[in-house]
C-alpha cells in the first residue's frame, strides 16, 4: 500500500474511533433530555445544574476528577484484559482486597523517622500486590484448567467481599460498635486539596501516571506485543512461539493490580479507612463501561472516566435543582454503551457476512 494511501487509512480508522464515543455520548444526552421532558421536568434547569456540577467553579471541577479517578484504574483494569481475550469481572474483589491490604499497611506499619514519604508508595503497593494475587488466580485457573473467567471471576467477586467482612469484623476494627476499620495513620494518607475545597488528592496523579505506564506496556514491549497477539488469536499466537498460558496469567495479575491500585487509592485518599459493606462497591462494573466507551485504549479510558465521573458528580445537583431522578442519569450511561456496542456488533456482522461472501444489508 502506498505511503499516502496508508496515512489516509490510519486517519480514517481515527476519526472513526474517535467519532463513535462523542456520537453515543451526544444521543445519549438527548434521550436522557427526552426523559427529562417526558417526566414532566425542566430540561433546561437540568442542563445548568449539571454545567455548574461540572464547571460552577473549581472546587465543583475538583469534586468532577475525585469521581473520575476510581474509574480511571477500574477501566484500565478492564481494558488491559480485554486486549488478551480476557473479560475481567472480577475487578470489584480485587478492589476489596486491596483496600484491606492498604488498611494491614497503612494501619500496622509505622514507616522509620524521616521515611514517612515511604508509608504511601507502601500501602499503594500491598494493595496493587493483593489485586494481582486475585487476579492472577482467574489467569492461574483459565491457563491450567480453562475455567472461563467470567464465571470465576464473578465467584471471586463474593469470596473476596465476604472475606473482607470477616477480616474487617474479626481483625481490622477496634470495637463492634464500629462499621469500619481502624483509620490508617496520616503519614499513609494521600494529600488533599488540590484544588481548594474540594476532596481532589495525589491520585489523580497516580491514576494519569498508571495509564502512560498502560499505554506503553501494551505498545511498546514485547509484552504488550504477546498480550495483543493472545487476543487477536491464541492459536497463531501459540504457533508464533508464545506462551499463551504465561500471557494469560501475566494478563489477569497485572489487570489486577491496576484493580488493587484503586482500592488503594481510595483508602488512603478519601476514606481512610475500610468501611464495612454488604454488597460489591460497583466501579468495577462501571469500569467496564469507560473500558468500552474508551475504545480499550488508556487515552479513550481517561476521557470516558472523565465523562461517566462528571455524570455521577452532577446527579445530586440535579436531583436538587431540576428535581431529576437519579435513572435519568443512569440511562444516558446505558444508551452510551449501547451505541458503543452497536458499533462493535455491526462491525463483527460485516466481518461475518464477508467470509460468506455477502455483503452487509
Known sequence: MPEEARWKETLKQGLRTFAVPVLATVVGLAVGILCIIVAGKDPVKAAQAFVQAVAGSPRMFGNVLVSTIPLIFTGLAVAFAYRAGLFNIGVEGQYLVAQVATVVVGV????????????????????????????????????????????NSIMMNWIALFLCDWLLKTYLRPDNSRASSYDLQETAWLTQGLIPGSRLHTGIWIALATAVVVWFILFKTSLGYEIRAVGYSPGAAEYGGIS???????????????????????????????????????????????????????????????????LDASSPLMQAMADVPKAVVSIVQGIVILFVAAESLWNFLQKRSAKKGVPAA
Open 108 to 151: 500496622w506499619w509505622t514507616p522509620p523517622q524521616g521515611f514517612a514519604w515511604l508509608h504511601p508508595i507502601l500501602a499503594l503497593a500491598a494493595g496493587a500486590v493483593a489485586g494481582a494475587i486475585w487476579g492472577g488466580i482467574v489467569g492461574l485457573l483459565k491457563a491450567w484448567k480453562g475455567v472461563h473467567e467470567v464465571i
Open 244 to 310: 499463551v498460558a504465561k500471557a494469560l496469567i501475566l494478563t489477569m495479575a497485572i489487570s489486577g493490580a491496576i484493580a488493587g491500585m484503586a482500592g488503594s487509592v481510595q483508602t488512603m485518599g478519601l476514606n481512610h479507612r475500610f468501611n464495612e459493606t454488604s454488597t460489591l462497591v460497583g466501579y468495577g462494573f462501571d469500569g467496564i463501561a469507560v473500558a468500552l466507551v474508551g475504545r480499550l485504549h488508556p487515552v479513550g479510558v481517561c476521557l470516558a472516566a472523565l465523562l461517566f465521573g462528571a
